[in-house]
């Protein structure tokens, strides 16, 4: 789920982060979306999204909670993406509650706006030992890339 | 239309209720309508951009204390026995043996009715 974004670089003061994802055309995921026309579905670019704006809303609550995909408002898919394809994702955080934070998402392949949404994120805390470690991992590789 | 009937049909989309469906101003959004807390987030954004207004988090915890010290109103985020009563009074509408004797500060939209929402959204549009 985690291996299609390559890198991350966030501003959590500033409230913005940016990355890149990259994914291939023979995804084992996407094979018939579709044969004769591989396209990134959608509901990918989403994900891609999340995974971009969930690290930085858990860095700019800096108290280890983690932030959870809730809602998803004013999704606009502008345009296909055509696979293979490697995707530049803006965050920007908009709005910041107590249990909940929004930012206003934007996906670019080549310069050009394919997608955008603004997500919401709830503030979920508990998480085990082993989660939070693994999220460390997927983080410190992400900002290496 | 006035803001209770705009609440009533913005309930109903958050729900996905069909346009026939009865939503009542007495009806209780968690109790009565099986409201979540995402549904009452759904709403509430709904709410906002409809009336053009901001209900932040916490709106409903200010209203209920108003000029009470935070100390007053809640020990640990469990309402007083004062605190209780100033809820009570801002939810009038909804019958008292809904209330439990202990309240988390967290959960005070479990208390509301869509009549309360209304009166809400209109504190919020001429507050600003």
Redesign the interface.
Known sequence: MFELVQRIEIDAPGGRASGVAAVPADHPALLDHFPDRPLLPGTWCLELAAQIAGPLVEEALGDGRFAVL??V?RARFIAPVELPTTVHIEAVITRR????TVVETTVFRGGLLRARAEL?F?HVGGATPAAIAARDTRLARWKVG | MITLDVVRELVRETLALRPTDEVRSDQLLFYDLGFTSMDLLDLLFRIEERFAIAIPEGTLYRLARGDLDDAAFAERSILTAVGRERLMALLSDTPPQVFPATIHAATLPRYATVAAIARLVDHQRESR
């Open positions: 809730a809602m408002q509650e107590p249990s909940t919401v709830a």
